[in-house]
């Protein structure tokens, strides 16, 4: 140790040399004084083996006074980016204007650094999911990590992303396990379309208000612009518009019931869309609607008239699987059924019968 300020072994098993007469330095640059001035801040080398570096700013405070005099009793060192390499002994540098400390702001600091790292830690610090700048941080960096940068790309966003990227309690704490509720709250502004996620929230087809509103969505993606155009919607078009889900839990995989639901107004003709629902054409009223519609619009009022009709006539109307598969493609079977048919509710019209 130093005899006179008191400075501590440097840990390499060799004692500092004695300290130099008042008024000029120490081996460690700490002028002696013989008045109250506190001692100046200097830079030092120290090399107790020769030719090695040994970097240190040290900022030495006296604290105790003794005959008038000040000695070093408080020492503690924090690395330098300067760097010399000396000879052997001890240098005595001549003291030097260190540049001024930066000062920050660290409530700053914590905010722009450790806000952003602090999920990946682990467990988080109590409350922090509670304050709605750290959940738009996480958000932040969770794009930035999934490579997101429209609101388009969110839709590709699952459970799975918050489970991998140290987002798991968040999305339980917060949003109940739902994605879709991070985003409400992340993007506000975006009209999120449930659909389009890789799910749709659990019981989100039971409302009809959704239902509805995928109809109207997938009219404009499929350039439906007048109600007669829905003939022409197929399962196809649902099921590649994010509406699979929908047309088979809801309408038993059925676009003309989703139609039908969608429209419930207009009179719907089952045989003028792509395929008409399964064993639609075993019922004989469903039988009987079609012919009577295929008269009326081929102003066939007699049964002279019907016995024109050809199987062209069917096919090009709609009811080409009615005839390939009742009829054995005959249309002449077909007009038989339905005249007979006919005739036979004429009878009972004209002559009802009477209770007993």
Same mark, same amino acid.
């Given at each position: 140790?130093?005899?006179?300020?008191?400075?501590?072994?440097?840990?390499?098993?060799?004692?500092?040399?004695?300290?130099?007469?008042?008024?000029?330095?120490?081996?460690?640059?700490?002028?002696?004084?013989?008045?109250?001035?506190?001692?100046?801040?200097?830079?030092?080398?120290?090399?107790?083996?020769?030719?090695?570096?040994?970097?240190?700013?040290?900022?030495?405070?006296?604290? @105790?006074?003794?005959?008038?005099?000040?000695?070093?009793?408080?020492?503690?060192?924090?690395?330098?980016?300067? @760097?010399?390499?000396?000879?052997?002994?001890?240098?005595?540098?001549?003291?030097?204007?260190?540049?001024?400390?930066?000062?920050?702001?660290?409530?700053?600091?914590?905010?722009?650094?450790?806000?952003?790292?602090?999920?990946?830690?682990?467990?988080?610090?109590?409350?922090?999911?509670?304050?709605?700048?750290?959940?738009?941080?996480?958000?932040?960096?969770?794009?930035?990590?999934?490579?997101?940068?429209?609101?388009?790309?969110?839709?590709?966003?699952?459970?799975?992303?918050?489970?991998?990227?140290?987002?798991?309690?968040?999305?339980?704490?917060?949003?109940?396990?739902?994605?879709?509720?991070?985003?409400?709250?992340?993007? =506000?502004?975006?009209?999120?379309?449930?659909?389009?996620?890789?799910?749709?929230?659990?019981?989100?087809?039971?409302?009809?208000?959704?239902?509805?509103?995928?109809?109207?969505?997938?009219?404009?993606?499929?350039?439906?612009?007048?109600?007669?155009?829905?003939? @022409?919607?197929?399962?196809?078009?649902?099921?590649?518009?994010?509406?699979?889900?929908?047309?088979?839990?809801?309408?038993?995989?059925?676009?003309?019931?989703?139609?039908?639901?969608?429209?419930?107004?207009?009179?719907?003709?089952?045989?003028?869309?792509?395929?008409?629902?399964?064993?639609?054409?075993?019922? =004989?009223?469903?039988?009987?609607?079609?012919?009577?519609?295929?008269?009326?619009?081929?102003?066939?009022?007699?049964?002279?008239?019907?016995?024109?009709?050809?199987?062209?006539?069917?096919?090009?109307?709609?009811?080409?699987?009615?005839?390939?598969?009742?009829?054995?493609?005959?249309?002449?079977?077909?007009?038989?059924?339905?005249?007979?048919?006919?005739?036979?509710?004429?009878?009972?019209?004209?002559?009802?019968?009477?209770?007993?």
């Amino acid at each position: 140790m130093c005899a006179v300020t008191g400075c501590l072994k440097m840990g390499y098993g060799n004692a500092l040399p004695a300290a130099p007469a008042v008024g000029t330095q120490c081996a460690l640059g700490v002028a002696r004084t013989v008045d109250d001035t506190p001692p100046m801040i200097v830079s030092t080398n120290h090399a107790p083996f020769g030719g090695k570096t040994w970097s240190r700013r040290i900022f030495a405070i006296c604290n @105790r006074s003794v005959k008038g005099t000040r000695t070093m009793s408080t020492m503690s060192m924090v690395s330098s980016n300067y @760097r010399t390499t000396v000879s052997h002994g001890f240098t005595s540098p001549a003291a030097t204007n260190l540049p001024p400390i930066p000062s920050y702001d660290r409530s700053t600091q914590l905010r722009n650094t450790e806000s952003e790292q602090v999920w990946q830690r682990g467990r988080v610090p109590a409350g922090f999911w509670d304050v709605a700048e750290n959940r738009r941080s996480y958000m932040q960096w969770l794009g930035r990590r999934l490579g997101f940068h429209v609101p388009r790309d969110w839709y590709a966003l699952t459970k799975r992303h918050f489970d991998e990227n140290h987002g798991a309690g968040l999305l339980a704490l917060k949003y109940n396990a739902s994605p879709l509720a991070a985003l409400r709250e992340y993007l =506000p502004h975006v009209n999120w379309k449930e659909w389009l996620f890789k799910s749709a929230p659990q019981g989100f087809w039971k409302d009809h208000q959704n239902r509805r509103r995928y109809m109207r969505w997938l009219a404009r993606e499929l350039d439906i612009r007048q109600t007669e155009d829905w003939y @022409r919607v197929s399962k196809y078009d649902f099921h590649s518009h994010h509406g699979g889900g929908f047309l088979s839990n809801v309408h038993h995989d059925s676009p003309i019931a989703a139609v039908r639901e969608f429209e419930s107004a207009y009179p719907w003709k089952e045989w003028l869309f792509l395929s008409v629902p399964k064993n639609f054409w075993r019922r =004989p009223d469903n039988r009987h609607a079609f012919m009577n519609w295929l008269g009326d619009k081929l102003h066939l009022t007699t049964d002279v008239a019907w016995k024109s009709v050809s199987k062209q006539d069917f096919y090009a109307n709609g009811g080409g699987g009615l005839l390939a598969n009742y009829y054995g493609d005959s249309p002449a079977n077909a007009v038989q059924e339905f005249l007979a048919a006919r005739q036979q509710t004429q009878a009972n019209n004209t002559h009802p019968t009477v209770a007993a």
